[in-house]
């Protein structure tokens, strides 16, 4: 468990989206107030806006990585292959301890019903997900990653 892994569960349980709870750990990192990061990525929660698609996990370390190591310009192919390199890399990492990247598989729904209606957060809420565990283990992977793999750019934990 790491330092960002412990402070995304703990927001998670306050009420952030699985997206919010791992970028938002990461909020001092990027310089940036936790509000602001909330809503930068507020609307990649709950697999996309609730469609059970990708993890917001997944997307919540997209974003920070991005912001503190990806590419800016779009002539610098090197970079952009980098990127998306860690990124494949940072997917598969939480993939091969969680079973999956897929919100609808993760949560073990057959059928997935699309409203834009979140549930409330109440105990039987959090005791029948596993996003509380997830969100720690996507913000543990990033935290290693990014304090393992030498960056090419200043911005680094």
């Keep these: 468990m790491s330092v960002h892994g412990d402070e995304a569960h703990r927001l998670f349980y306050s009420g952030y989206n699985c997206a919010q709870s791992v970028a ?38 997209t974003f920070v990585y991005g912001f503190l190591r990806g590419y800016g310009t779009p002539d610098d192919p090197q970079a952009k292959t980098a990127t998306y390199a860690a990124i494949q890399t940072l997917a598969d990492t939480f993939r091969q301890r969680s079973g999956s990247i897929v919100c609808k598989e993760l949560l073990g729904l057959d059928t997935v019903e699309i409203t834009p209606q979140s549930e409330a957060r109440t105990p039987e809420y959090y005791e029948k997900r596993p996003c509380p565990e997830l969100v720690r283990y996507a913000a543990d992977i990033l935290e290693e990653y990014l304090r393992e793999v030498p960056s090419c750019n200043s911005k680094a934990l």
């Design 24 to 61: 938002c750990a990461f909020a001092g990192d990027l310089g940036l107030p936790v509000e602001t990061v909330a809503q930068m990525i507020s609307g990649f929660g709950a697999g996309v806006g609730r469609l059970r698609e990708v993890c917001g996990c997944i997307s919540g370390m």
